[in-house]
């Protein structure tokens, strides 16, 4: 087994009818962009009833139909957001426990020590985050876990991995293995992902191999690393 195989993000999810709510980051091939992605996909008419909308250089998740909403709790936040030369990118509202926490001058790792796995027993879904850093002109980022430690939601294991910034390699970091009940829980490291130059063909690759029924929403960026531009996909299979 070639443990530095970097496959495409679609032999990742191909046939997986449920990896839940994914995150990926890397840099392209060509070295001069950084890559991320964040996808949500649902199994329930709540989960199901959402849309992701841009909001400056950040995006938040609202309902389609807020007539149909039940529990907003955990399926309305702000998966991505900016503070100076960072991007924070999660699945949950932990994206601003750590964005307070860089503004005051913490730390990605300190803020998510507060926070732990969703309650929604029995599935107990991990809390996935990453922080991209563009300090001193390069990119480094980590990426995050936080999910139980047991079937009974007893306590909370965390795991964070540092990376740096290698040309046309990226990670890949979901909540669940595949669809059961109770949903498996992501089990590991972040896999490792090939980045392509083009944002198009990251944003197909993705859209095109998750699963029909359960995908929801996509957003893709690309960041230019020598000036800052930023190149948006968005997709939603709802509401466009």
Known sequence: MNVYEAKTIGQRIFGNSYVGRGIAVGKTANGKKAAVAYFIMGRSENSRNRVFRENGREVTIYPFDESKVKDPSL???SPIREIRNRLIVTNGDQTDTIYDAVNDGGTFEAALDTRCFEPDAPNFTPRISAILDFSDGGMTYKMSILKSADEKGSACSRFTFSYPAIDGVGHFIHTYVTDGDPIPTFQGEPERLSIPDDIDEFTR??????????????????????????????????GD
């Open 205 to 238: 690759d993705i859209w095109d191999n998750l699963d029909a029924d359960n995908k929801i929403s996509l957003y893709v960026r690309y960041i230019d690393l020598a000036d800052g531009k930023i190149e948006n996909r968005m997709i939603n299979k709802w």
């Open 75 to 77: 399926i309305i936040y």
